[in-house]
Nanobody, 123 residues
């Protein structure tokens, strides 16, 4: 199973970006899908979560500005980021809990990470 993020880049303060993360591989189903971020010199932090039923939650620092959504048919999660601030600058990582289709054993649940996409908010 692989997670591949896209959509990062350089944006001015107040601007918007939309991140995407596509999961591929031997997937039976995907449970929670999340976005984390890690700024230079800081620990990785949870930004937003969406369950397979569509329930969402957000870090206080992004609530009201960011929106997480998912397309289960495409195994894809999105992060719409509006009103971006310089402090949003970070590498953004996609994370998913996946039920993996196994061939010679029972299906199992495993956690996967993408490699990250850089978001830079600067004038």
């Amino acid at each position: 199973v692989q997670l591949v993020e896209s959509g990062g880049g350089l944006v001015q303060p107040g601007g918007s970006l939309r991140l995407s993360c596509v999961a591929s591989g031997s997937i039976r189903s995907i449970n929670g899908m999340d976005w984390y971020r890690q700024a230079p010199g800081k620990e990785r932090e949870l930004v937003a979560v969406i369950t397979n039923e569509g329930r969402t939650s957000y870090a206080d620092s992004v609530r009201g500005r960011f929106t997480i959504s998912r397309d289960n048919a495409k195994n894809t999660v999105y992060l719409q980021m509006n009103s971006l601030k310089p402090e949003d600058t970070a590498v953004y990582y996609c994370h998913a809990e996946v039920q993996v289709k196994a061939i010679y054993r029972a299906d199992y649940v495993a956690s996967y990470w993408g490699e990250g996409t850089l978001v830079t908010v600067s004038s």
